[in-house]
């Protein structure tokens, strides 16, 4: 492992001597994606997928607010793209503890099944051709539920943690599992690549939540708050994501009782606050 960091940190310096940058994509242990992270110019967080979804399902944020609290701030974060939902960046290896232990792993992976209603089982593992037993293959729309409040959450989570936000295209119209192309192809990963038309794509804007996460999208691009220190909390059912950048501040509030989310957006003109639910 020591000689691929070497690597590693070689090739980001010869790419940076040229005029690029290096972006390392890996599946691995969290400390391994931290300690690759200070020798590459970024990474992708692969552990904020299934760390939102653990939240949602368990209403327990603690998890997911230790990674922020430690997770490399030189990441583009997503939460789905046209893979799976990755499992083993949560997991142990080795006597090393994850971020999330084995019966939550477990729980977490029979939720999404239930709730895709058993889609993704028939797109997970030996039940179709995959290159790898750790993803689970899904929507992220259809592992939560098709959930509209729920699925706005997510996506606010994602767009208030540290890095540049990624939203597949698949996600960014809240698609379904493609149930006929799995059944055509036998490939897991179809089941989230979806062919569209431009009737479908028309369609998919018209949808609320595709209207409210476009809302978000927005917000996360104008505010320069994005740009300043990052902040995370989590006490009694309330998760708080907070952005200053001198005058500006963003903040997200989930609270897990009533379960809805608060953003509020301060700079120096004006502050607004809406809840995400209003979006719908």
Same mark, same amino acid.
């Given at each position: 492992l020591e000689e691929t960091f070497e690597f590693i940190e070689s090739l980001s310096t010869r790419a940076r001597?040229?005029?690029m940058q290096c972006l390392v /994509?890996?599946?691995?242990?969290?400390?391994?994606?931290? !300690?690759?992270?200070?020798? =590459? %110019?970024?990474?992708? %967080?692969?552990?904020?997928p299934p760390l939102v979804l653990h939240t949602l399902f368990t209403k327990d944020a603690s998890a997911l607010a230790h990674w922020l609290s430690?997770?490399?701030?030189? =990441?583009?974060?997503?939460? %789905?793209?046209?893979d799976g939902i990755g499992i083993v960046d949560v997991g142990a290896s080795g006597d090393?503890?994850?971020?999330?232990?084995?019966? /939550?792993?477990?729980?977490?992976? /029979?939720q999404i099944h239930i709730n895709s209603q058993g889609e993704s089982r028939k797109a997970t593992g030996a039940a179709a051709n995959n290159v790898d037993?750790?993803?689970?293959? =899904?929507?992220?729309?259809?592992?939560?539920?098709?959930n509209d409040l729920e699925y706005l959450v997510a996506r606010a989570i994602q767009f208030f943690s540290p890095g540049i936000p990624q939203?597949?295209? $698949?996600?960014?119209?809240?698609?379904?599992? !493609?149930?006929?192309?799995?059944?055509?192809?036998?490939? $897991?990963? %179809?089941?989230?690549?979806?062919?569209?038309?431009?009737s479908d794509v028309d369609e998919a804007f018209e949808k609320p939540v595709v209207q409210g996460l476009m809302t978000l999208i927005k917000l996360r691009n104008d505010s320069s708050a994005f740009d300043g220190e990052f902040r995370v909390s989590y006490t009694h059912?309330?998760?708080e994501l907070v952005w200053i950048n001198g005058e500006a501040s963003a903040q997200l509030t989930v609270d897990f009782a009533d379960f809805d989310a608060v953003i509020r957006m301060v700079s120096a003109e004006e502050t607004t606050a809406f809840s995400l639910s209003s979006l719908l």
């Amino acid at each position: 492992l020591e000689e691929t960091f070497e690597f590693i940190e070689s090739l980001s310096t010869r790419a940076r001597g040229m005029g690029m940058q290096c972006l390392v /994509e890996i599946h691995s242990h969290y400390q391994t994606q931290i !300690d690759i992270a200070a020798r =590459c %110019d970024s990474v992708y %967080d692969f552990a904020l997928p299934p760390l939102v979804l653990h939240t949602l399902f368990t209403k327990d944020a603690s998890a997911l607010a230790h990674w922020l609290s430690i997770s490399p701030r030189n =990441c583009f974060t997503v939460l %789905d793209t046209h893979d799976g939902i990755g499992i083993v960046d949560v997991g142990a290896s080795g006597d090393k503890p994850g971020l999330l232990n084995n019966d /939550e792993i477990n729980n977490l992976v /029979e939720q999404i099944h239930i709730n895709s209603q058993g889609e993704s089982r028939k797109a997970t593992g030996a039940a179709a051709n995959n290159v790898d037993l750790y993803q689970v293959n =899904c929507t992220y729309y259809d592992a939560l539920g098709q959930n509209d409040l729920e699925y706005l959450v997510a996506r606010a989570i994602q767009f208030f943690s540290p890095g540049i936000p990624q939203v597949y295209y $698949g996600g960014l119209l809240a698609a379904a599992n !493609d149930m006929s192309l799995l059944a055509r192809t036998n490939v $897991g990963r %179809d089941i989230n690549r979806p062919y569209l038309s431009s009737s479908d794509v028309d369609e998919a804007f018209e949808k609320p939540v595709v209207q409210g996460l476009m809302t978000l999208i927005k917000l996360r691009n104008d505010s320069s708050a994005f740009d300043g220190e990052f902040r995370v909390s989590y006490t009694h059912n309330q998760l708080e994501l907070v952005w200053i950048n001198g005058e500006a501040s963003a903040q997200l509030t989930v609270d897990f009782a009533d379960f809805d989310a608060v953003i509020r957006m301060v700079s120096a003109e004006e502050t607004t606050a809406f809840s995400l639910s209003s979006l719908l």
